[in-house]
């Protein structure tokens, strides 16, 4: 079936470093969404990207899609510790399938 | 706007013991859905739902686990028996249409399941 990997699997930086999750699917996505799950919450839409090469920028969160609708980036810039959760890549095939998902920490 | 209801928010049960869970979905949603996510893991879809129509129920264990969603709105999701393996957090989460993969989901605070 399809499957969607997201690495890292965890990372953990001081705030104000950037970070970047990165995900991967195996077949070609009709769109991707990304959600953030704060620790003991439920996951929360962030955003939707359909257009090969798109780029969305929310604040100081920016995020991509590729060119062969493969794969899929959230960068964020000078992280904050509200920034702490886990963010899932979601992928669209004739369904969403949810990613495996980055842990992010962040230290003041 | 109302969100996603679920309750109860917690539940712990002894292995072999039935338990359910209900969610209210945000007035108006076609669509209705069970994650069953696993501590450390992301959510897995357990069964999809589009008015009272099931969509989508590849991943949902029929031997212990069953849901209804009667008259379109209110679902419910049983377990029954619960083993071990169990002991998740079940989310339902809803979507305006459903049945695309552009549709956003909106998702309910959860029920965190423990199995004794």
């Known amino acids: 079936g399809q499957q969607v990997m997201q690495i890292p699997q965890y990372q953990h930086v001081q705030e104000g470093e950037d970070f970047t999750t990165y995900c991967n699917s195996s077949t070609t996505l009709s769109n991707i969404q990304w959600y953030k799950q704060r620790p003991g919450g439920h996951p929360v839409f962030l955003i939707q990207l359909v257009k090969s090469g798109e780029v969305k920028k929310q604040k100081r969160l920016t995020f991509q899609f590729g060119e062969a609708k493969k794969n899929s980036s959230l960068h964020i810039t000078a992280t904050q510790t509200t920034d702490v959760g886990t963010y899932f890549c979601?992928?669209?095939?004739?369904?969403?399938?949810f990613g495996t998902g980055t842990r992010l920490l962040v230290s003041p | 706007e109302a969100g996603v209801a679920q309750s109860p928010r917690y539940k712990i049960i002894e292995k072999r013991q039935s338990v359910a869970f209900w969610c209210n979905p945000i007035?108006?949603?076609?669509?209705l859905y069970w994650y069953q996510q696993i501590l450390g893991q992301g959510p897995k879809l357990l069964i999809q739902f589009q008015n009272n129509g099931v969509v989508d129920d590849s991943q949902l264990p029929k031997d212990r686990f069953s849901a209804e969603r009667l008259k379109g709105v209110d679902s419910t999701l049983k377990i029954q028996p619960a083993k071990l393996e169990d002991s998740a957090v079940y989310l339902c989460?809803?979507?305006?249409?459903?049945?695309?993969?552009?549709?956003?989901?909106?998702f309910g605070p959860g029920t965190r399941l423990t199995v004794l």
């Open positions: 007035s108006g949603h076609a669509t």
């Open positions: 979601v992928g669209g095939f004739q369904k969403l399938v």
């Open positions: 989460a809803s979507s305006l249409v459903g049945g695309r993969s552009t549709d956003t989901q909106y």
